[in-house]
């Protein structure tokens, strides 16, 4: 009996990270500027409670709020999880607990860590303070961590705070959104990606309407059925609509500005994506036509350029827009 080998499955690491850079309001400057100087402070709304962190419109009523209450660093965990394998990125590289705690004078809790030795150690009603960050510089991450703590409760009423500090305030965040995961393509896009690697871009037709998909999708979006004939095309296309890039990515070295485009290759019924490079950005058009440019050992086009040919009549891919 004879089997037929079975592709390989393809995997590989990603990454998808994003630094999502924010401005602050006035409350949440103060907030931050304040942890700079190893202050907390919070917010009183119009019924007079203390939220902390602090917000600047009332979650009740939506008044403005700006009335600034300093609060104490020390609290009490109101409820907790045990977290037994840290990840990149989190406060604390040892086991530890994720915890809200209530601080000495809020009504809210805030979510933080507690470095404890083991969850047997953390409880309900536990009292905790601030551990902070031996250099501070107007984030969240200047409170380190929470630490068990066996002080009673302070039932002092928060003071009144001008959230002024004598130095410049915290104006704007950075939040590193980052998620490492492993992806496999599947059997219909392997073969796609493995015959990029010999320069030759594969698609699938649907056995219904005929379409084909690159890259492939393993089934017709349209019509629901599998797809399994391959059909090369290109390695031509045409420029079906485009758009001129002035922002730069971080960790792209490509100087702006510079064109990315959709590309129906000759043969697909579907455009993809790609870069647009060898002809100044401003004589980009529709209708273009261009071929791709593979970069030495690159599994994928580094970009396209012009043939040289006229340009395609608008009929042959307006159904491709």
């Not at 073969?191 to 056995?207: F, K, M, Q, S, W």
């Not at 290109?234 to 420029?239: D, L």
């Not at 758009?243 to 490509?254: P, T």
Request: proline share 9%; glycine share 10%; with cysteine.
């Amino acid at each position: 009996m004879t089997t037929t080998p079975q592709p390989e499955v393809l995997r590989a690491p990603l990454v998808v990270e994003f630094p999502f850079t924010r401005s602050l309001g006035p409350v949440q400057s103060a907030f931050l500027t304040g942890l700079r100087h190893g202050t907390v402070l919070g917010v009183r709304t119009t019924d007079g409670k203390v939220l902390v962190p602090p917000v600047e419109y009332d979650p009740v009523t939506a008044d403005e709020l700006r009335d600034l209450v300093e609060v104490a660093a020390t609290g009490t965990v109101t409820t907790w999880a045990w977290n037994p394998e840290p990840r990149r990125g989190q406060p604390l590289d040892t086991p530890f607990a994720w915890v809200l705690v209530r601080l000495d004078g809020a009504d809210t809790a805030l979510l933080h860590a507690l470095d404890a030795p083991g969850p047997d150690a953390v409880h309900t009603g536990m009292r905790v303070r601030v551990r902070w960050a031996a250099e501070r510089k107007g984030a969240i991450t200047d409170i380190a961590c929470f630490e068990a703590h066996e002080g009673p409760v302070q039932d002092t009423q928060p003071a009144a705070h001008d959230g002024e500090f004598g130095d410049e305030p915290v104006t704007g965040i950075v939040a590193e959104a980052r998620l490492d995961y492993t992806y496999s393509p599947g059997g219909a896009q392997s073969r796609y990606i493995n015959a990029l690697a010999d320069h030759r871009t594969v698609g699938e037709r649907c056995p219904s309407c005929r379409k084909v998909y690159v890259p492939p999708r393993g089934a017709c979006p349209t019509c629901g059925v599998a797809t399994t004939e391959q059909v090369e095309v290109g390695p031509a296309g045409t420029v079906t609509t485009y758009c001129i890039v002035n922002v730069k990515a971080k960790n792209l070295d490509i100087d702006l500005p510079y064109v990315y485009a959709h590309i129906a290759l000759d043969g697909a019924d579907l455009a993809l994506h790609g870069r647009i490079a060898g002809i100044p950005y401003d004589q980009v058009r529709m209708g273009l036509r261009v071929e791709p440019v593979w970069s030495e050992g690159g599994r994928y086009p580094d970009h396209y350029r012009p043939t040289g040919e006229p340009d395609a009549d608008y009929d042959t891919y307006k159904e491709l827009i």
